[in-house]
């Protein structure tokens, strides 16, 4: 059984249509190159790519957007943001930073995080599981 990555679906391009038949009804936004509407919320699996040994135990919400030429995807409740000019680049930023700060606080103990880093490390303990 051969896995799906995120780079892999074609739902994260500016173009192409979803793999499930009844997304694009309820966010044809995703299969639109300027995402236009506002701001819109997609869940995002990390698995694969750089991470080959994680996977996100579950689905991170994330929320896009467009400004002046450039695609922002960011989780507020992690506090990141990712940017590109396409889909595929914003969505790969966010999960680049989002690794990022799993390794760090990984590497932390309890007792060396105060104040909302404390949040932070609970929520990046709990993100992430080895992949098997």
């Known amino acids: 059984m051969s896995m799906i990555c995120r780079e892999n679906v074609p739902a994260y ?69 990712g940017t590109g000019r396409k889909l595929s680049e914003a969505l790969d930023d966010l999960t680049d930073s989002i690794l990022h700060l799993h ?6 103990a309890f007792d060396q995080v105060t104040g909302d880093g404390v949040r932070l490390k609970k929520l990046f303990d709990e993100l992430f599981e080895e992949a098997r």
């Open 13 to 81: 391009e500016t173009i192409g249509a979803l793999p499930i038949a009844s997304a694009p009804e309820r966010q044809p936004w995703l299969t639109h190159p300027s995402l236009t509407g506002g701001r819109h919320s997609a869940p995002l699996w990390i698995q694969g790519g750089k991470a080959r040994n994680l996977k996100s135990a579950r689905p991170i919400q994330v929320v896009i957007f467009s400004e002046n030429g450039w695609i922002f995807a960011e989780n507020d409740s992690l506090g990141v943001a």
């Open 103 to 108: 390794r760090h606080y990984k590497a932390l």
